[in-house]
């Protein structure tokens, strides 16, 4: 439905109950500097992604910088977990598309004053064209912001370790 392959996803999900040492599945990227603060990302077999700040950050506004990245893949993944979602409830989805705001204190970042250097004030806008009703969609969209691994993840607490 959708053009979601469930079949696929059925199939891990019976691979995990008869394995459960299945369910973590471990993701790698790799971060290398080009030069000033441009920084290739490379992930899996895809084509590297540029990242670097705007000019007045200290880049060269050569690719996103990585808060734009963050907000880009929270909302990303968050379409992805409510797609899939309304998918199974057997909603027909005609359109999804989601937009993603937030702030940064930029003089945190810049080093001029304490506080919180995370992104601040997030708000995602869903906007949904199908035959399901509003209710219908607030719920799978609210059940999507707790299930959204991406979203979850941001509350997670990082572990460092220099090599």
Same mark, same amino acid.
Request: with cysteine; glycine share 8%.
């Given at each position: 439905?959708?053009?979601?392959?469930?079949?696929?996803?059925?199939?891990?999900?019976?691979?995990?109950?008869?394995?459960?040492?299945?369910?973590?599945?471990?993701?790698?990227?790799?971060?290398?500097?080009?030069?000033?603060?441009?920084?290739?990302?490379?992930?899996?077999?895809?084509?590297?992604?540029?990242?670097?700040?705007?000019?007045?950050?200290?880049?060269?506004?050569?690719?996103?910088?990585?808060? %734009?990245?963050?907000? !880009?893949?929270?909302?990303?993944?968050?379409?992805? #977990?409510? &797609?899939?979602? $309304? /998918?199974?409830?057997? +909603?027909?989805?005609?359109?999804?598309?989601?937009?993603?705001?937030?702030?940064?204190?930029?003089?945190?970042?810049?080093?001029?004053? %304490?506080?919180?250097? !995370?992104?601040?004030?997030?708000?995602?806008?869903? #906007?949904? &064209?199908?035959? $399901? /009703?509003?209710?219908? +969609?607030?719920?799978?969209?609210?059940?999507?912001?707790?299930?959204?691994?991406?979203?979850?993840?941001?509350?997670?607490?990082?572990?460092?370790?220099?090599?």
């Amino acid at each position: 439905m959708n053009g979601i392959n469930f079949e696929a996803m059925e199939q891990t999900v019976k691979a995990i109950k008869a394995d459960p040492s299945l369910k973590i599945k471990s993701w790698k990227a790799h971060v290398k500097r080009e030069s000033g603060i441009v920084n290739s990302l490379k992930i899996r077999d895809f084509d590297p992604i540029l990242m670097d700040e705007p000019t007045p950050l200290g880049g060269t506004d050569k690719g996103a910088n990585p808060i %734009e990245m963050l907000i !880009g893949t929270a909302g990303s993944c968050f379409a992805i #977990t409510f &797609e899939v979602l $309304a /998918s199974q409830a057997g +909603i027909a989805l005609e359109h999804v598309s989601v937009e993603v705001d937030a702030d940064l204190n930029a003089a945190v970042f810049l080093g001029l004053e %304490e506080g919180d250097g !995370g992104i601040l004030n997030p708000m995602l806008t869903l #906007t949904v &064209e199908s035959d $399901a /009703s509003k209710q219908q +969609i607030t719920e799978i969209a609210k059940v999507a912001l707790e299930k959204s691994p991406v979203l979850a993840s941001l509350k997670a607490e990082l572990k460092l370790v220099i090599a």
